[in-house]
Each structure stands twice: as structure tokens, then as C-alpha cells.
């Protein structure tokens, strides 16, 4: 009896018109919070930001209502460093506000690659390598018999001799040296006696190359190498004997006279 009172009372009424009331506005409000949130029906023409610094392209994208995100970046000799690529979604496409708009730019230093050109290389096969890899090269031939078409070194533009595991920065120059037969004579140097620094300066200064090398010690130190004396040469030098330019002497190294015992 108490409830059912209770049910047709004023009190019950007002209540329940409150609740529907506060119900009415709940739903209205989380309605329009949902809407300003996802921006389901607004549409956004994104911008073009190819070819712009990073830094403009991304108070463009913001102030478009767009999210600018950098998900990569490339490296070219000829591009503007910062500048952007690429961008997706791509200029003009309509999209919904907040959405991240990704970017690739255009770094400001290069990469480094390993220069895996060795002695004995095809060098057609070397140059192939070197224009994948991004070095810019010229060409320098030496008089070789047995390198004859194939790869004698590689040199920085200092004249340096570089090995195949070195990591080297895309776009630097170098020297790709390309043995070549040669009718040339020259005369064989006699090189018994000379320190191994010497004897190598005496082969190029003739168009000679450094063969087969035999040590009767075991260097230490780069200096220990380059202070060893010559102790024979193959071919074995006589008088006025001349050979062909471009071929490789074998040497024997020993220990100077002078130098420490090793304990």
C-alpha cells in the first residue's frame, strides 16, 4: 500500500522527471564530446609539403589540423637537406581531422657503406658495384701482367689505399686502379738491400709491382714492416735486365741489423 502511495505521489513524479531530464542531457553531451573528438564529418584536403623544410611542412600539417609524423629519411648528393620527399597521405587527398600525415626527408649526412671492391676484381664488376653503392669514381690504369682487366686498388682522393671491409660515406670520390697489359720495357732495379719502404717506392716509380712477399721475421708494428730490408728479389737483378712494365717482384724481408732482439 506504502508503494503504491509512493508511485502516485508528487515526489515519485518529480524524481522520475529529473532522471529523464538529466538522462535527456547526458546523452546530448556525450553525443557532441564523441563528435568534436572523432570528426567523423569533417573532411580535410591535405596540403602539399614536397619539397618544403620539415619545419614548415609540419606548422602546415598542424595548422590543417593534421598530425605531421617523420617515418623515414633518404639520402641524395642532390636533394636539400630537411627538406621533405615524400608524403602519404598524398596533397590534396580528403581526410578526417587528426589524422598523422607521414613524411620522408632528405638527411643532411650520408650514409656510410662497406666498399667490398678487392684485388683481382672483374672491374667491370667493380664499377657496377660502386655505382650501386653511390661512390662517384674515376678511372686510372697502372701497367699490370697479371691484373691485366681486373682491379689493382681503390684510393680516397688522397691516395689511399682502401680495403673492401672499410665503410666509406655514399658520395665520397675515389680512384678505381684497373691493371693493364703493357709491351713497355724498363729496366729491373736491384732492390737487395733497400728497406721495404724504399723498394716499393722504386716498383712504382718504374710501372713495377710488389709479388709474393716472405718474411724470415715476424713484424711487430707497422714500422717494423716498412723498416725491413730486402734480403733477395725474383726475378734476380743483373745488369741492364729489362722486364716488362706491370710486373709483380716477389721480395724476402729480414730483420735490419740494427734492430732489437725480441726477447
Given at each position: ?11 515519485f ?35 602539399s ?58 638527411r ?98 718504374l ?22 730490408v ?32 725480441v726477447?
Amino acid at each position: 500500500m506504502r508503494l503504491l502511495r509512493f508511485f502516485i505521489s508528487r515526489t515519485f513524479w518529480v524524481q522520475l522527471g529529473l532522471a529523464v531530464v538529466l538522462a535527456v542531457v547526458g546523452f546530448v553531451a556525450l553525443n557532441l564530446f564523441l563528435r568534436a573528438f572523432t570528426r567523423h564529418s569533417e573532411r580535410i584536403a591535405v596540403p602539399s609539403v614536397v619539397g618544403v623544410h620539415m619545419n614548415e611542412a609540419e606548422l602546415a600539417l598542424e595548422a590543417a589540423g593534421l598530425h605531421p609524423v617523420v617515418m623515414d629519411s633518404l639520402y641524395s648528393a642532390k636533394g636539400q637537406a630537411g627538406s621533405v620527399v615524400e608524403q602519404d597521405p598524398a596533397a590534396g587527398v580528403e581526410v578526417k581531422g587528426t589524422r598523422n600525415v607521414y613524411l620522408t626527408v632528405y638527411r643532411s649526412t650520408p650514409p656510410s657503406e662497406r666498399l667490398e671492391v678487392e684485388e683481382g676484381m672483374d672491374a667491370g664488376v667493380a664499377r657496377i658495384l660502386l655505382d650501386v653503392k653511390g661512390f662517384p669514381f674515376r678511372e686510372r690504369y697502372e701497367p699490370s701482367t697479371e691484373l691485366s682487366g681486373l682491379v689493382m686498388r681503390i684510393e680516397d682522393s688522397k691516395g689511399q689505399s682502401k680495403l673492401p671491409d672499410d665503410r666509406l660515406q655514399k658520395g665520397q670520390p675515389l680512384v678505381l686502379v684497373i691493371g693493364q697489359a703493357s709491351s713497355r720495357q724498363v729496366v729491373l732495379p736491384e732492390l737487395v738491400g733497400l728497406t721495404r719502404r724504399e723498394g716499393i717506392r722504386a716498383l712504382k716509380q718504374l710501372g713495377l709491382a710488389v709479388g709474393f712477399s716472405r718474411w724470415s721475421f715476424q713484424p711487430s708494428s707497422g714500422q717494423d714492416s716498412s723498416e725491413a730490408v730486402i734480403s733477395s728479389q725474383v726475378p734476380v737483378y743483373t745488369p741492364g735486365r729489362q722486364v716488362n712494365a706491370g710486373m709483380a717482384i716477389d721480395l724476402t724481408f729480414e730483420q735490419p741489423a740494427n734492430a732489437p732482439e725480441v726477447q
